[in-house]
């Protein structure tokens, strides 16, 4: 019997009604308000998806029994080698996007683990490549001052206990036992909790029927291993509707909607599909810098997502690409990094941020001669174009006209500075 198959024994054991995790207790404290507050200043993360699943092009975990058998999609990781894998690559080049922080996916839907894991042989130490690739990336991450963060997929269509199977969750195993997969979740959430250093967040994914009785314990056990740590709003499936779950809310393939209350992040991919997918297609760079201004604007995050090849690069279009970001962000991050929305809530014409005594108007479509914006109490001491450029405002007690020459007009986003003689965010949100 190996040492893995005896600890995974041992867990099931463990995890018998005589052992099971004591009922579940009505709430979940949540992240520190300082830690949610560091979290939010960040506004800019990767998103990565990889596996053995790219060795297909197809997508991760839902191409399990639809694209590819579910057979012939368990033996991926037998010939997975990415040999071209380099952590410090990857960190380059979320530095040279902007972005201050990266989330991969330590296990998806398909129940792969990118780690060398004690409770199953499914993972990374059992293939050619044998590598432990969260050790690595962490610890390039570090090195890059970029923070690290995990994704977990809660639901787990390989493994016998856990429910729901392939394809696309919807088969029931006839060997579930959800006390037995909790234990093993738990166990691999500990690892990822004690091994990889202090992680930014936890970001879940998909519960399906894993539900508050066991997310619940299951998240107070990692704050207890992590204080800091912040966890998004899939980790378990609330019950009733109104049920806040985690520290932020988790808008998908699209821009959130303004909310300075409850912090989100947006989640997207840079092409189509999560994971690899050749000729997929890549979003521009006047699309990017749009979805990232108005994504502040609302008072949220973007976690921009690459899917890595099969030979461990990330794409050399898709690197480009992020530089090309990087290289606005150079000139223009100080209206993104450590902001917060408004007061102007995103519109037709862009979206606005503010920072201490200066509102950013992120102008994305002229809507003619002049920008016509409603009053706002403070008074505009200064206007100027981020990069560069003259803008002039005239203030009433009816409104703020904001004006920019064609030649101090940017071709993508032009943000025009407002200085003001009081803090912006005494100001309340305006439409
Ligand atoms: O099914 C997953 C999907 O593959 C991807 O991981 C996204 C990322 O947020 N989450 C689920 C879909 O909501």
Known sequence: MTRKFAVALLIIFASTPAFAAPAAEATDPGAPPEAVQHWRSLRFGMFIHWGPVSLTGHEIGWSRGRQTPIDEYDRLYKRFNPTKFD?????????????????????HHDGFCLWPSDVTDYDIGETPFGRDVLKELSTACRASGIEFGTYYSVCDWHHPAFPKGSPAGKTTKPTADLDAYDAYLRAQVKELLTRYGPLLVLWFDVPQVYTADYGIPMVKMLRGLQPNIVVNNRAYAARGRKRTVGDFDTPEQRVGRFDRDRPWETCMTICRQWAWKPDDRLKSLEQCIHILARTAGGDGNLLLNVGPMPDGRIEPRQVDRLKEIGQWLKTHGESIYGTRGGPFKPAEWGASTHNGSRIYLHVLKWPGEALRLPAIGPRVTKASVLGGGKAE?????????????????????????????????????LP
Do not use: H, N, S
């Open 87 to 107: 952590a410090d690559a990857w960190a380059a080049t979320a530095k040279a996007a902007g972005m201050t922080y990266l989330v991969i996916t330590t296990k």
């Open 393 to 429: 405002v005239e203030q009433t007690d009816q409104g703020l006209v904001v004006r920019a020459g064609e030649a101090d007009r940017q071709a993508i986003d032009t943000v025009i500075a407002l200085d003001l003689d009081a803090p912006a965010a005494g100001i309340q949100p």
